[in-house]
């Protein structure tokens, strides 16, 4: 069974940075793709970015294009979304999950972290 632990989050300012972690174990990560989902009171979950642990490959909603990075380091059997340039809208519980296959599609993963809440203050 694959356990996923996301930390990072907290409050921070607007035009602020946070990097949120997620920790797996149980199953190696190298067959599989991560993905970083976020959720706002009221809305629908999200899909934020993607990560290709076999060629390293990223993807990324437009709307944090150029402000978010997705990254993994194997060793540490961990996945990394840096989050540049928060704005108020970027508020959110954000998750990592894991699929066999990359998808946009929240509904396409099997496995799923606890979340960690992120707020960006204005």
């Known amino acids: 069974q694959v356990q996923l632990v996301e930390s990072g989050g907290g409050l921070v300012q607007a035009g602020g940075s946070l990097r949120l972690s997620c920790a797996a174990s149980g199953r190696t990560f190298s067959s599989y793709v991560m993905g970083w989902f976020r959720q706002a009171p009221g809305k629908e979950r999200e899909f934020v970015a993607g990560?290709?642990?076999?060629?390293?490959?990223?993807y990324y909603a437009d709307s944090v294009k150029g402000r978010f990075t997705v990254s993994g380091d194997a060793a540490k059997n961990t996945v990394y979304l840096q989050m540049n340039s928060l704005k108020p809208e970027d508020t959110a519980v954000y998750y990592c999950?894991?699929?066999?296959?990359?998808?946009?599609?929240?509904?396409?993963?099997?496995?799923w972290g606890q979340g960690t809440q992120v707020t960006v203050s204005s």
């Open positions: 999950a894991r699929t066999r296959r990359y998808s946009r599609d929240y509904t396409s993963y099997d496995y």
């Open positions: 990560f290709t642990w076999i060629v390293g490959s990223t």
